[in-house]
Structure formats: structure tokens, C-alpha cells
């Protein structure tokens, strides 16, 4: 019989300053049940997010929600090291949960920790101070820099240097190609390893994209394509980058030149196996940030295209007028939580993004 879950929240009413040693105890508080046993700490891993104070509610219940799934001591950095006065404010939460239904035993409670430094002025500059001793030893550290912030290289960003995983969002700027070569080099100096949550989106795509080539009589298609066709809108531009980037990788494709419209549109060539291969990026989805990709080889259409609703995606190839194969999957959640809970379960590179990744960059090097 599965385990039945009870959640409860907790928190104390501690503020102000804190040393690591009153920190430690007050989550020990936190953990304590009214009979006076102690909740096990349930952690697999370490959280640090580095956050502004406007998202901060908001990426507190992102948290919160990834903690029963991914247990974890979860370190939330509110950082504004441009105010003029000097402020440490320390917080603690647990959300602690009673697990019936094991055989021989009457339920364990468990609990996941919540740490939130709020840092202003000169404190907010040596976040890595803050954050290091609250670790906990022996477990993989993941820092996540959400809405397009990014930390300098480790060797010049102690927060950075404390990290296994840096997990960012290449969707939550303006200006995605500056971030994006940004990225390409904090992920070819090889520490920490790099995530992506617009490349962690396209996971789908991609496998919907290599399902259209997988039957054995398609295969020698690959080497076929003369042209790729995709219409996204324009905050899904690094998202967009990326899949093509990805394609050109993954099929040996070398860029020769790039071509920007007045409407931001982009438009890519490629020496391939088929000689030249155009990709034309096009941003005039009113809703989605990918609506649909179209790939022509020389004698067939392969397409992925969101139903207008967003919840599906249908996947056809067409040889002329001649209906070949079809397909409708449901494309699932692209919310904040959902893309942070698949880039924590990585642990090692991500060869095939890091691919990708240095591909995008020399197209936008053009």
C-alpha cells in the first residue's frame, strides 16, 4: 500500500541576525513533534537560489513545492547589494510530513529546511560567506539563478565555486544572445556544470523531433534536410536558439551565416551533408514561446506544432499531399517548478546541451 503524506508547514519567529549555530538550532526546534520526538531531516541534496525581493514570495512557493519530491536543505538569497545601508535578516521553515503505512511502524515523520537570507548593502556582496557553512556536508550543492540573473566565472565568483550544478534561465532576459554566450563560457570553463531551464523545456521537442526519423526507412532523411522552418514568440527566442543549435550539432552542420530581420526574425545557413541548409527563425507566435517546427528534406515535410490550446502537440510527415505518419502527445507543464525539479534529478554533464550550447554560440558569433 503506497504511503499515505500529511504536510505540515512550519516556521519560526526568529529574526534579525543569525549565527550558524543558532540557525542549526532553531531548525532542530522546527523538526521537534509535541511529544517531544525529533523529525528526521529528509535532504538529498542542497538548494541555494539568488533572488531579488520582487520574486521572492514567488520563488518561495516554487521551493516549497519542490521539497516533497526533492527533499532538501533549501538556502533562499534575498540579495540587493546596491542599497546603501547594511542588513542581514534570517529566516527559518520546515515542511514536515507524518508517512503512514510502513509495515511495522506507526508513521515517520520527516522534514525538508527552508533557510531565507535576506541581504542588503555590503553583506549582499559576499553572499558565499553567508550560504557555505549552512551546507550540509556530503551531498550535491545545486544554486539556481532564476529570471536571467547569472554569476560571474567560479574563479572569479565565490557563490559559483560553491556549486556542483549552476542551474539558470536563458528565457527571463531581454537580451538572450549576450546572455547566451554568457552561458557558452561559464559552461566551457568546465565548473560548475551548467543548466538551462528553456533547454530542460525543449526536452519534449526533441524527442519528438528524433521520433519523426526514428522508423529505419527514414533515417537516411537526416542527411536529406535543406531547410528548417520555426515560429515561436519573441520571449522564446533563446529557447528557439537553442533547438536549432541542437540540430546542427547533433547532424554535423557547420554555420556560414546569419541573416536579422527588422522584425527580430533570424535566418541561419549551414553547410550539411545535403549542402546547404537554411533555418529560418521566425517570431510571430501570438501565444507560445514554440509553436512549430517544420523540417523539408528533399522529398518530404516533418512538423511538431502546438494545438492552439498549448496542452497538445501533434507531429506529421507528409511526402507531397500524402499523409505518412501522424501523432498527438500531451506536451505537459513548462512551469518554473516542473523545469527546476528535471534539471536537479542531473547529476554529471549534460553533453549533448553543452553541444548544443557552444553550436548556438557560434551561430550568434556570425
Not at 40 to 69: C, K, Y
Not at 131 to 138: E, I, M, N, Q
Not at 197 to 226: M, N, T, Y
Amino acid at each position: 500500500m503506497a504511503a499515505a503524506v500529511i504536510g505540515e508547514s512550519r516556521s519560526a519567529p526568529e529574526g534579525g541576525a543569525m549565527s550558524v549555530e543558532q540557525i542549526e538550532r532553531g531548525l532542530a526546534r522546527l523538526r521537534m513533534n509535541e511529544d517531544g520526538s525529533l523529525g528526521a531531516r529528509a535532504s538529498v541534496l542542497n538548494l541555494i537560489v539568488v533572488t531579488d525581493e520582487e520574486s521572492a514570495p514567488e520563488i518561495a512557493q516554487v521551493v516549497s513545492s519542490l521539497s516533497g519530491h526533492y527533499p532538501c536543505r533549501a538556502i533562499i538569497m534575498i540579495s540587493d547589494p546596491d542599497e546603501e545601508r547594511s542588513k542581514l535578516d534570517v529566516s527559518l521553515s520546515a515542511f514536515c510530513s507524518l508517512r503512514h503505512g510502513i509495515p511495522g511502524g506507526t508513521g515517520n515523520q520527516i522534514c525538508a529546511e527552508q533557510i531565507t537570507i535576506h541581504a542588503e548593502g555590503p553583506p549582499a556582496a559576499h553572499l558565499e560567506s553567508l550560504a557555505g557553512p549552512l551546507l550540509l556536508p556530503d551531498l550535491p550543492v545545486f544554486l539556481w539563478y532564476p529570471n536571467g540573473r547569472m554569476p560571474r566565472p567560479a574563479e572569479s565568483d565565490g557563490m559559483a565555486a560553491l556549486a556542483d550544478r549552476l542551474i539558470l534561465d536563458s528565457g527571463g532576459v531581454d537580451d538572450s544572445e549576450a546572455f547566451m554566450r554568457g552561458v557558452a563560457h561559464l559552461s566551457a570553463s568546465g565548473s560548475p556544470e551548467v543548466g538551462d531551464l528553456q533547454w530542460a523545456a525543449l526536452s519534449p521537442w526533441r524527442s519528438l523531433v528524433a521520433d519523426l526519423f526514428a522508423p529505419p526507412e527514414r533515417a537516411g532523411e537526416l542527411g536529406k534536410i535543406k531547410r528548417v522552418e520555426v515560429l515561436y514568440r519573441p520571449v522564446g527566442e533563446s529557447r528557439v536558439l537553442l533547438f536549432v543549435g541542437w540540430l546542427a550539432s547533433a547532424l554535423g552542420w557547420r554555420p556560414e551565416s546569419a541573416v536579422c530581420g527588422e522584425r527580430r526574425g533570424r535566418e541561419f545557413k549551414f553547410s550539411g551533408p545535403s549542402g546547404e541548409v537554411t533555418a529560418t527563425l521566425s517570431p510571430d507566435s501570438p501565444d507560445a514561446r514554440l509553436r512549430r517546427v517544420r523540417i523539408l528534406s528533399e522529398e518530404c515535410s516533418y512538423q511538431v506544432s502546438r494545438h492552439r490550446e498549448l496542452s497538445d502537440v501533434s507531429s506529421t510527415v507528409m511526402r507531397g499531399d500524402e499523409l505518412l505518419a501522424e501523432r498527438t502527445v500531451q506536451l505537459g507543464s513548462f512551469d518554473s517548478g516542473v523545469l527546476v525539479g528535471e534539471e536537479l534529478r542531473y547529476r554529471g554533464r549534460d553533453e549533448v546541451y553543452e553541444a548544443s550550447l557552444q553550436m548556438t554560440a557560434e551561430m550568434l558569433d556570425l
